[in-house]
């Protein structure tokens, strides 16, 4: 279960916020440069 307000976005997909807090389990299908942002600010690369 991810934290509140956790979402990934990737860098192929300008202005989107997928579900999910791993890259590797929740990313979408061609997710390029996708990077989890995390509730408190920060983001941490996949």
């Known amino acids: 279960m991810c934290a509140q307000g956790t979402y990934i976005t990737c860098a192929n ?7 999910g807090c791993a890259c590797g389990q929740c990313a979408p299908p061609g997710c390029d ?10 983001t941490l690369r996949g």
Do not use: E, K, W
């Not at 997909?13 to 579900?19: D, E, K, L, R």
């Not at 440069?33 to 920060?42: D, E, K, N, T, Y």
């Open 13 to 19: 997909s300008p202005g989107q916020n997928f579900t």
């Open 33 to 42: 440069g996708c990077v989890v942002h995390l509730a408190g600010g920060s």
